[in-house]
């Protein structure tokens, strides 16, 4: 995931930080673990990143999605609790 970040970073000139913050990382894991709307996805990711994270991100973090469930489920110990809700 992160090699994919930082190419992406240094094929149009932004820093990677810049390009992938580390919580919008995490809501995308989320959304994608628990097959949640991607409406809810924070905005940051909508805009203009919207198709590198559709056509790149995405289909990589579907690949590892059941180590994600098994991680996320146990982090959570309520189905409340959840980072999306926490902005």
Known sequence: ???AI???ARAIGVPDNVLMRKKWLGQLYEVI???KDLSGLP???KGWRNDWVMNT???VIKKHKIELQQV???MFDKP???IIDKR
Do not use: N, V
Request: hydrophobic residues 35%; proline residues 5%.
């Open 33 to 35: 673990a628990f097959d």
């Open 6 to 8: 930082d190419d992406h």
């Open 57 to 59: 991100l995405i289909p």
């Open 43 to 45: 905005e940051g990711l």
């Open 80 to 82: 409340q609790d959840s």
């Open 72 to 74: 996320w489920g146990s």
């Open 1 to 3: 995931m992160q090699q």
